[in-house]
């Protein structure tokens, strides 16, 4: 196992990967999801865990989550992610929201 991070990167306005699986032979196990709004209004994002760029309804982990102007938004979890699932997102506007994920990758 070892400790990964991925971004800061904005989450764009319409539906982009933020997590891209790296291949076949591990999976990763998100720990924590970091969004901070860079704004001084308040903005809202949606993630999504499927196929890549992918926006589907049911593959919501969060739908239109709110993050009031310049704050925080934090979620620990342990979302185990295989080789086919990717995590995408969009913002209720671009160059607002910065992301950070924290995983874990495992050996399968």
Not at 2 to 27: D, K, M, R
Not at 59 to 71: G, P, R
Not at 77 to 86: R, V
């Amino acid at each position: 196992m070892s400790i990964n991070i991925s971004g800061p990167a904005f989450i764009a306005s319409s539906a982009t990967n933020i997590y891209t699986p790296p291949n076949a032979a591990v999976y990763v196990v998100i720990k924590h999801i970091h969004v901070d709004n860079v704004t001084v209004a308040a903005a809202t994002f949606s993630l999504y865990k499927g196929l890549t760029g992918g926006s589907a309804a049911g593959t919501e982990m969060f739908k239109d989550q709110s993050v009031a102007a310049k704050s925080p938004f934090d979620y620990y979890c342990a979302q185990k992610m295989l080789s086919t699932d990717f995590l995408s997102g969009i913002a209720s506007a671009g160059s607002t929201l910065t992301i950070i994920v924290e995983y874990e990758t495992v050996a399968v």
